[in-house]
């Protein structure tokens, strides 16, 4: 499996940016895939995942309303919109896919020792 990621910068508060996730290699028939990010000294922390059937999302509260997350599965590519971007927005990203059924309902906490496949990072710089 392999996780190809693209699509950081920098940009100036309030700007947009795309992250995109080209996934190869995943032959199970259910999976979750979406981005953590990490910032200087802090843990990493998911962002934003969608299921590959049916679209379930899940949305860190810090980006919701903000950020959205859409899936190609004819390319198998995800994106990752981001709007309203803020310097606390800025970290490292990754895109990551948890291999099965993965509930990403209110209650879902994202972990990052869940995940099974992991892409390069992309640095996302937003600046004030």
């Known amino acids: 499996v392999q996780l190809q990621a693209s699509g950081g910068g920098l940009v100036q508060a309030g700007g947009s940016l795309s992250l995109s996730c080209a996934a190869s290699g995943i032959v199970r028939d259910y999976y979750a895939i979406g981005w953590f990010r990490q910032a200087p000294g802090k843990e990493r922390e998911g962002v934003s995942f969608i299921s590959n059937v049916g679209g379930s999302t899940y949305y860190a509260d810090s980006v919701k309303g903000r950020f959205t997350i859409s899936r190609d599965n004819a390319k198998n590519t995800v994106y990752l919109q981001m709007n309203s971007l803020k310097p606390e927005d800025t970290a490292i990203y990754y895109c990551?896919?948890?291999?099965?059924?993965?509930?990403?309902?209110?209650?879902?906490?994202?972990?990052?020792?869940?995940?099974?496949?992991w892409g390069q990072g992309t640095l996302v710089t937003v600046s004030s």
């Open positions: 990551a896919a948890d291999i099965g059924i993965v509930a990403l309902g209110p209650a879902y906490r994202p972990r990052p020792s869940e995940y099974d496949f």
